[in-house]
């Protein structure tokens, strides 16, 4: 397989990764992103697939740093920088979570991804009502990703619970243990790779 790959491109190994994906191979899908990944012309969004799909198979170390070097070879992925901080904040770290989601509100205030990412760093401080109200205005406004409203909504109804609970927590309202450990199975993490292929990605 490894003199198979050689003969291939960054473009042809990525359309594999994606068909891969499409058909449920995570496997698969991982083979051929990292061989994409390692390749000179490799894109930032190659390495945040790539990224997401470490995620799914909860390497989250990994996804991270993944989705790091999508940022470092495109600063302007904004769903990779969203992604990345959303991960952060289900991982407990908070602080984190809020310096890579604040470049986000540079962006256009119709964008979905800046009322997005206020809403998490609201969420991180605790903010919950205003947390709520920025995430229910990016779903309003997002069109193109409906797998991350499903996400953002997951946020909402959880903060809802929490306010309905009593006074605001001490920790983001996100699945149990969070807070000191990476979760097996948090509901977040599952959703990230559909939401990481939603939208429009760039080459």
């Not at 993944?66 to 959303?86: C, N, W």
């Not at 009322?115 to 903010?127: D, K, R």
Request: glycine fraction near 6%.
């Amino acid at each position: 397989m490894a003199t198979t790959l050689s003969t291939l491109d960054h473009a042809e190994l990525r359309q594999l990764a994606v068909n891969a994906s499409a058909a449920g191979d995570d496997g698969a899908a991982i083979v051929y992103f990292k061989e994409a990944a390692s390749r000179p012309d490799a894109s930032g969004t190659t390495h945040f697939l790539l990224g997401a799909h470490y995620a799914q198979i909860r390497m989250y170390d990994r996804a991270a740093a993944e989705m790091e070097s999508a940022l470092a070879l495109d600063p302007g992925l904004s769903i990779a920088r969203f992604q990345l901080g959303l991960l952060w904040l289900t991982n407990g770290n908070a602080e984190r979570a809020t310096t890579v989601l604040s470049s986000l509100q540079d962006l256009p205030g119709s964008d979905p991804l800046r009322l997005f990412g206020q809403g998490l760093i609201l969420l991180a401080q605790n903010q919950l009502p205003e947390a709520s109200a920025a995430l229910a205005k990016g779903i309003e406004l997002n069109h193109t990703n409906l797998a991350l409203n499903k996400d953002m909504q997951m946020f909402i109804d959880d903060i809802a619970k929490a306010i309905e609970a009593g006074p605001a927590p001490s920790a983001v309202p996100v699945p149990a243990a969070a807070a000191d450990a990476v979760v097996d199975d948090n509901p977040y993490h599952r959703h990230l790779l559909m939401s990481a292929y939603g939208g429009t990605l760039p080459k």
